[in-house]
């Protein structure tokens, strides 16, 4: 399946730049938020050893593991491999074979809800080999897949809530089973990416507004109904952080609308929000310079070259940083969008602009939470933050969208 | 079905998408500015609060020497193992570790955790934690990652309970302390001297405490020092003390409750100090536990208090010296002035007493005070009438404090008509001075005082202000000589001479007496209690006696030493507390003739 030459020179040169750029300040960012441990692992595992020999094993052992930010460049590197097998395939074949990869995709997370093993407590990742991959991210990329196709085949001009419905309970079967896992960041990507296809597939405004109502308070109760007391409690330690939690208030909290009472974390519930806040405040103009950052360097930020590592680049770079960041990330989704405008067919523009809002809701969503404005979600940051799955996901999102770019003129 | 499609209504839809867009990240745009640069400095400041601790480093208090240079006080490296309770993410295992390495029980830790003054102190787990406590808590640095071993200099008292008063004793500040202006910019938690020269010179003492600036990482462990400035130590004391008498005057009391006083009349300087039962220092340096402190605050026997001068005694026939003085000087009496003594004398209605039922006769003043008469002092008391007694004893320096160099000095009681007046509201009775001529009725004084007092009559009249520290840090400290009271030297012989017949002829101090050295003094028997009660108890009970005292100085001529002994509830003071005093003069003389030219010093 040879590309076409006259396809690669369609290829939006600067939507890739951009996206290569941020990964690889991505990948800075990991190196600089890995390099420091708190606590050498080495030491640990050597005082846990029952002779000599086997501490000196250990050390040896410990010494060759490979750093985080050579493992996210190797996770890049697939990363490629997949965007270019992606935008070798024409997304319309791709959009033929939907059911199929739907189908692939929900047997996949039924299966991993049922015999995948656990954890730290859920059931998100799919071990393959020493990868572990997480079925959820593909699964987001087929739902946009799905969707895209099904509204653009109502050759309607104006969708109505009943259209909506094949659609919407497809992607609700999927969203389900990622909430299940529990993955409620994860889950919750659908909903814009759903919103911005049934949207530009022509949905009337006043369908709109109903679905918008609908979505919001189904996804917040539904989210409220399989949220487990300790993210009940970041709920509401965000929206409401004057409720003490041992108060007489807090108390009755607990009881009837089963929050935890208490954090398990003794730190409390709004750690890490209030951490990664002091750590993005603390950055000032022009950071703390790389690899020099507090927070970062010496344990105070948590997750902090995964979820929270647009924290670390706000702190160590400060707002230079954080603006040449930002700037990227809107040329990016400017580029997303454009491109949605100028594809050639119905489909294209669907699945372009699903695809472009659900990587845009997760990129606003994480920054705004590193900010400390919306609870704290387990939700990467597109192309920044470590990670197999997302990064893999990331670039496969960007090699369809190109694909739809670069078939704009074809035939 | 149409053949092209119609795209143009996605296309414009496309564009409300990307204009929101733009408008979120506008907003983040906004929102990091707030935060990093209009609110920037409040953040660091958070993150500093997070990350950078100021760590004291303790000075090492100054040292205390003797008059000869031996070491009286000084420090002792020692560990100190630390613990803030708020770095420990499950604080009962770390307490349970805690207690089975260290052996020491889990209530007791919790203890020490709730005694302290503040969230985020640290708390002292063990002071003084000998090497195999710091060496098995180090082997688990993992598991206890929030345990502090601090190096901390520890005081040290090599001679114990020797002299434990005049030294004193340190102990954590205390919230009062915190407050006043004495202890300004001393932190909470510091250890400060609580009694003793410890307390009085503790601004010297403590130096200037350093700080480290540390950067710890989230889980409360040192990663590195940002800035140290040093700790200056403390200057070194030297004392007037000497070991050797103080040994000397220790080892005179045997067993027995009380306390002397020992100093040089020429210049006010105190040899030695003792006051007994005692308390060890050394246990106060590591943070006494709270039940043995309660112990000591409870004892009958009052071990924490120096008797020197925070003891308020009667004063007993010392007295007779202050009114044979008065006397003299207002012409009422001269040296050779005889009066009777028929065992007994009737004043204002009342009948007095002499201790001898049959009298001494015509008896001198200077058989007066060697017998210790009452019935002549009687006599002289009432002539000079209560103001003139009451001017005379403070002019010997008696109801004030000496302006000795050591804390909470006592001022003892001379009472006069305007006293009675303003605190009992009644009128003073003339009877009432025949009992205040002997040193009776509401007269009380300090060893102290009464040390200085026989200070006085030795060097010829002049009154010394006591003294412990020569010198702060190599620097001579500076002391007022003695100051004349004005007396007639006439009025210090006729004392004097009376003071060496209480010794040397056939007196009431006579078991002083040492040969060659002409030891001049005056017995004197404090009542505990009535006359009456004592003789309807017949003696049984001990805790009824009379305290016992001896003051005086010796030799006669250019004294050298004066002192006061008291031995509580030994009755008699010739036969309690002169053999104390003989028996500290003893040493005294040996050492003197061993080495004259050190002593002259």
């Known amino acids: 399946m040879a590309i076409d030459r006259r396809l690669l020179l369609n290829i939006d040169w600067l939507l890739l730049g951009t996206s290569l750029t941020l990964a690889c300040i991505g990948l800075a960012l990991i190196a600089s938020a890995t390099r420091t441990r708190q606590e050498p692992p080495s030491v640990q595992v050597v005082a846990n050893a029952p002779d000599a020999a086997t501490a000196e094993r250990a050390t040896a052992a410990q010494a060759r593991r490979t750093p985080q930010w050579v493992k996210q460049a190797g996770w890049m590197a697939l990363g490629c491999i997949a965007f270019l097998v992606v935008i070798a395939i024409d997304y319309r074949r791709l959009a033929d074979r939907a059911p199929l990869l739907y189908v692939a995709a929900a047997t996949m997370l039924a299966g991993l809800l049922l015999f995948g093993h656990s954890i730290a407590g859920t059931r998100r990742w799919l071990t393959l080999g020493s990868l572990q991959l997480q079925p959820s991210e593909p699964a987001k990329l087929i739902a946009a897949l799905v969707v895209a196709r099904a509204f653009a085949e109502s050759r309607k001009d104006s969708l109505d809530l009943r259209d909506l419905i094949g659609p919407g309970v497809a992607t609700a079967v999927l969203a389900l089973l990622i909430a299940l896992e529990p993955d409620l960041g994860t889950a919750f990507c659908l909903v814009p990416m759903f919103f911005a296809a049934a949207f530009l597939g022509g949905l009337r405004p006043r369908a709109l507004v109903v679905l918008a109502l609908v979505l919001v308070l189904g996804a917040g109760g539904l989210g409220w109904a399989f949220a487990k007391g300790y993210q009940r409690r970041r709920v509401v330690s965000h929206v409401a952080p004057y409720i003490n939690p041992d108060g007489w208030l807090g108390r009755q909290l607990a009881r009837y609308v089963h929050i935890e009472p208490r954090a398990s974390d003794h730190r409390g519930a709004g750690y890490q929000s209030r951490q990664s806040r002091i750590a993005v405040g603390s950055g000032g103009f022009l950071g703390r310079g790389y690899g020099q950052g507090g927070q970062s360097q010496l344990g105070y930020l948590p997750a902090r070259h995964t979820d929270f590592i647009f924290s670390v680049l706000a702190e160590e770079t400060g707002f230079v940083g954080v603006s040449l960041t930002l700037a990227l990330y809107l040329t990016l989704f400017w580029r997303m969008f454009e491109t949605a405008r100028r594809a050639r067919d119905r489909l294209g523009a669907l699945l372009v602009a699903g695809l472009a809002s659900m990587l845009t809701f997760q990129v606003i969503y994480n920054i705004a939470m590193v900010a400390g404005l919306v609870p704290v979600k387990g939700l990467p940051l597109p192309l920044l933050s470590y990670g197999g799955s997302s990064t893999l996901s990331a670039f496969m999102a960007i090699g369809l969208i190109l694909n739809v770019r670069m078939r704009r003129f074809a035939n | ?601």
């Open chain 2, 1 to 601: 079905m149409r053949i092209y499609e119609d795209i143009r209504l996605a296309q414009a839809r496309v564009a409300v998408l990307q204009y929101a867009v733009v408008v979120a990240c506008a907003s983040l745009f906004v929102v990091f500015w707030y935060l990093q640069v209009l609110r920037g400095h409040h953040y660091r400041e958070l993150a500093d609060n997070n990350q950078v601790r100021q760590v004291p480093i303790q000075a090492p208090r100054g040292p205390m020497l003797d008059h000869s240079g031996a070491i009286l006080v000084e420090n002792q490296a020692s560990f100190s193992l630390l613990l803030r309770p708020e770095d420990c993410p499950n604080l009962d295992a770390t307490i349970a570790t805690l207690s089975r390495l260290l052996r020491i029980s889990e209530s007791q830790i919790r203890e020490r955790i709730a005694r302290r003054g503040a969230p985020f102190q640290l708390v002292v787990v063990k002071a003084n934690a000998s090497p195999q406590d710091v060496a098995s808590v180090v082997a688990r640095r993992l598991e206890l990652p929030q345990l502090e071993v601090n190096p901390v200099p520890l005081r040290s008292y090599p001679l114990g309970t020797a002299a434990a008063h005049a030294l004193g004793r340190v102990g954590e500040i205390t919230e009062r302390q915190l407050g006043s202006e004495e202890y300004a910019g001393v932190r909470s938690g510091a250890l400060v001297g609580q009694a003793g020269l410890e307390a009085s010179y503790n601004r010297f003492l403590m130096g200037h405490e350093g700080v480290r600036r540390v950067i710890v990482n989230s889980r409360g462990v040192e990663v590195r020092e940002e800035k140290r400035d040093a700790a200056v130590d403390g200057p070194q004391l030297d004392l007037t003390l000497d070991a050797a008498l103080q040994q000397a005057m220790e080892q005179a009391f045997a067993r027995r409750a009380g306390c002397g006083v020992a100093l040089d009349p020429r210049t006010g300087a105190v040899l030695a100090l003792v006051s007994r039962p005692s308390f060890d220092p050394n246990d106060f340096s590591t943070g006494i536990e709270p039940t043995r402190w309660a112990r000591l605050m409870a004892d009958p026997d009052t071990p924490l208090i120096n008797r020197v001068i925070q003891g308020q005694y009667s004063p007993g026939s010392l007295f007779k010296i202050i009114v044979a003085t008065a006397g003299l000087e207002e012409g009422i009496i001269t040296p050779e002035t005889t009066l009777h003594c028929g065992g007994q004398i009737t004043l204002y209605g009342n009948v007095f007493h002499c201790h001898r039922a049959q009298g001494h006769g015509a008896i001198s003043l200077r058989r007066a005070l060697a017998e210790s008469c009452n019935v002549y002092f009687f006599q002289v008391g009432v002539k000079l009438a209560i103001g003139r007694i009451a001017r005379y004893a403070q002019k010997l320096g008696l109801g004030t404090p000496t302006g000795f160099d050591l804390p909470h000095e006592m001022s003892g009681l001379i009472p006069d008509p305007e006293w009675k007046q303003r605190v009992q509201g009644k009128p003073w009775y003339a009877g009432e001075t025949v009992s205040v001529a002997i040193g009776q009725g509401q007269v009380t004084v300090t060893p102290l005082q009464m040390a200085c007092v026989a200070a006085c009559v030795a060097n010829g009249g002049r009154l010394p202000k006591p003294y412990f520290v020569r010198a702060i840090g190599g620097v001579p400290q500076p002391h007022a000589a003695p100051q004349s009271v004005g007396l007639k030297p006439e009025t210090l012989a006729a004392v004097r001479d009376g003071m060496w017949a209480v010794v040397n002829e056939h007196g009431s101090g006579w078991r002083a007496q040492i040969a060659g050295h002409d030891v001049c003094g005056k017995t004197g028997s404090a009542q505990v209690v009535s006359h009456e009660r004592l003789v309807r108890s017949g003696g049984a009970n001990e805790q009824l006696l009379p305290h016992a005292w001896f003051i005086g100085f010796a030799p006669r001529d250019n004294p050298r030493v004066a002192f006061a002994f008291l031995v509580e509830h030994g009755a008699a003071g010739g036969e309690a507390a002169a053999p104390v005093a003989q028996a500290f003069l003893q040493r005294f003389f040996s050492a003197d003739d061993a080495a004259p030219v050190a002593r002259a010093n």
